[in-house]
């Protein structure tokens, strides 16, 4: 099975900030990696998928880079509402798995 | 985008089993494969399983074989998912979720259903 390693596991930056989140997969997984936001009560929703492509309707400050490996996601100036967790997840294959969540908190 | 509805909260014994549902939306149901996800109170989240709803094949995370069943209803769109021998550790938000748009990812998700297992 492929083990997903976050880091930081939690995160303080300011409105504005910019910010970078880091996911390793335990072997190669191409480009199957996807990022994914949670907000407290609510279900995940998609950033990110195929490493780098922006889900529609998601602010072009978010992004995704990486492959093989290591892949990060970058919000590049945070506002209010991106303070939450974030979960990377890869599908290249079964069973699929996810890191253990990055929280990002206002400082 | 494709709307999933889960049935509501459950509370049940140590030892007893839980089947929560999704519906889906539209006419949609044949078209995606649909995923079981949990997470613990305060946890990250775990993937469960994998349903084909056109033909009902199933795969399961190894640590749930044997334990976890999921099946599916095409004449009403519904899913099920049933987790038997329940224990405190499987108090959980459980989640279905699909990929929609066919990239690999879950791009639709249920609003979560809550199981509590509590003597």
């Known amino acids: 099975d492929i083990q997903m390693t976050q880091s930081p596991s939690s995160l303080s930056a300011s409105v504005g900030d910019r910010v970078t989140i880091t996911c390793r997969a335990s072997q190669s997984i191409s480009s199957y990696l996807n990022w994914y936001q949670q907000k407290p009560g609510k279900a995940p929703k998609l950033l990110i998928y195929a490493a780098s492509s922006l889900q529609s309707g998601v602010p072009s400050r978010f992004s995704g880079s990486g492959s093989g490996t290591e892949f990060t996601l970058t919000i590049s100036s945070l506002l209010a509402e991106d303070f939450a967790t974030y979960f990377c997840?890869?599908?290249?294959?079964?069973?699929?798995?996810f890191g253990q969540g990055t929280k990002l908190e206002i400082k | 985008q494709v709307q999933l509805v889960q049935s509501g909260a459950e509370v049940k014994k140590p030892g007893a089993s839980v089947k929560v549902s999704c519906k889906t939306s539209?006419?949609?149901?044949?078209?995606?494969?649909m995923h079981w996800v949990r997470q613990a109170p305060g946890q990250g989240l775990e993937w469960m399983g994998i349903i084909n709803p056109n033909g009902g094949s199933t795969s399961y995370a190894q640590r749930f074989q044997g334990r976890v069943t999921m099946t599916r209803d095409s004449s009403t769109g519904t899913i099920y998912m049933e987790v038997s021998s329940l224990t405190s550790e499987d108090t959980a938000v459980y989640y279905c979720?699909?990929?929609?748009?066919?990239?690999?990812?879950?791009?639709?998700w249920g609003q979560g259903t809550l199981v509590t297992v509590s003597s």
């Open positions: 979720a699909t990929d929609s748009s066919g990239h690999y990812c879950f791009d639709d």
């Open positions: 539209g006419n949609t149901f044949n078209t995606y494969y």
């Open positions: 997840q890869q599908s290249d294959s079964i069973p699929y798995s």
